[in-house]
């Protein structure tokens, strides 16, 4: 029989995914279980975290991802044919990053905001999240952008050269 398809955590491998945090986020630990990572966004606000969750290929499927965001946050569910006004794609090397942005009614109390990104990548689905009162998801909005496009994936547990090195290539 096939494994629990809907939740089951993807084993990461060392060193596969990396990004450049941005200042002032400060960066957690993993669970131990689904979280990989964690990052603390405010030290004003420590219980907003942007959360890093790797799931399997199966779990890649946008439209179920939306809705549930959606409903997380108070909106409507959207329909396939709504999503090109919801999602927006970032190509970052050669993946292809799903992101949404997604506010709550204005009559919600506290009115939410959600900024999430999706990243498939070799068989993993790679998720990242940041949920909470609009006001303070939205002073993040491109510390999440930012974070976002500097993620990049290492096919060996090799660290990446030094910036220097980086920075001499070609640019992306």
Same mark, same amino acid.
């Given at each position: ?29 993993? +669970? ?7 990052? %603390?966004?405010?030290?004003?606000? /420590?219980?907003? #975290?942007? =959360?890093?969750? @790797? ?5 890649? +499927? ?7 965001? %959606?409903?997380?946050?108070?909106? /409507?569910?959207? #329909?396939? =044919?709504?999503? @090109? ?88």
């Amino acid at each position: 029989p096939a494994p629990n398809a809907d939740m089951t955590p993807a084993a990461p491998a060392q060193g596969e995914i990396q990004w450049t945090v941005p200042q002032g986020w400060k960066q957690l630990p993993g +669970d131990g279980q689904m979280r990989y990572a964690s990052f %603390e966004v405010s030290a004003d606000h /420590p219980e907003i #975290q942007l =959360t890093v969750i @790797p799931l399997g290929a199966e779990a890649a +499927d946008l439209l179920p991802n939306v809705v549930r965001w %959606e409903g997380q946050v108070g909106l /409507p569910p959207s #329909q396939m =044919t709504d999503l @090109p006004n919801v999602v927006k794609r970032v190509t970052v090397g050669d993946v292809n990053i799903d992101t949404v942005d997604l506010t709550g009614p204005e009559s919600a109390n506290p009115r939410l905001r959600m900024l999430a990104a999706i990243a498939p990548h070799e068989g993993q689905t790679w998720f990242f999240k940041l949920f909470g009162p609009a006001e303070l998801i939205g002073a993040q909005k491109g510390n999440f952008e930012t974070f976002i496009k500097s993620i990049h994936f290492g096919g060996s547990p090799v660290p990446p050269p030094p910036v220097a090195a980086v920075a001499s290539g070609a640019a992306g």
